[in-house]
C-alpha cells in the first residue's frame, strides 16, 4: 500500500515563493517516476513538473524557470519549489507516483497566489 500526503501549499502574495512536499509511504522503488499537477478553480488537472527514476526532469511551459521539482530517495519525499509565482499558479497541488504500471496520488494541497 503506497500513501502520499502533500503539504507546504498556503496563501502567498504575487512574486513570492513556497515549497512543497509530498511524502511517499508504504513499498516505495527509487526506480520510479512521481511528478506535480494542479487542478485550478474551474479548470482540469494539469501537469506540472515531472521527474522520472534516473532524475530525468520535464516542466510545463507555464512554470519553466520559475519551478523546480527534486527528489529525496532517502526519504521517500518529492518536493517542488516554486519562485516567483503568479495569480494564475492558484491550484490545488497532486503529488504523483508511478510504480509497476499503477498511479497512486495524493489529496493535494490548496496554494493560493494573491494580494
Known amino acids: 500500500q503506497v500513501q502520499l500526503v502533500e503539504s507546504g501549499g498556503g496563501l502567498v502574495l504575487p512574486g513570492g515563493s513556497l515549497r512543497l512536499s509530498c511524502a511517499a509511504s508504504?513499498?516505495?522503488?527509487?526506480?520510479?517516476?512521481m511528478g506535480w499537477f494542479r487542478q485550478p478553480p474551474g479548470k482540469q488537472r494539469e501537469l506540472v513538473a515531472g521527474?522520472?527514476?534516473?532524475?530525468?526532469?520535464n516542466y510545463a511551459d507555464s512554470v519553466k524557470g520559475r519551478f523546480t521539482i527534486s527528489k529525496d530517495n532517502a526519504k521517500n519525499t518529492l518536493y517542488l519549489q516554486m519562485n516567483s509565482l503568479k495569480p494564475e499558479d492558484t491550484a490545488v497541488y497532486y503529488c504523483l507516483l508511478v510504480q509497476n504500471g499503477m498511479d497512486y496520488w495524493g489529496k493535494g494541497t490548496l496554494v493560493t497566489v494573491s494580494s
Open positions: 521527474i522520472t527514476g534516473d532524475s530525468s526532469t
Open positions: 508504504g513499498t516505495i522503488f527509487s526506480r520510479n517516476s
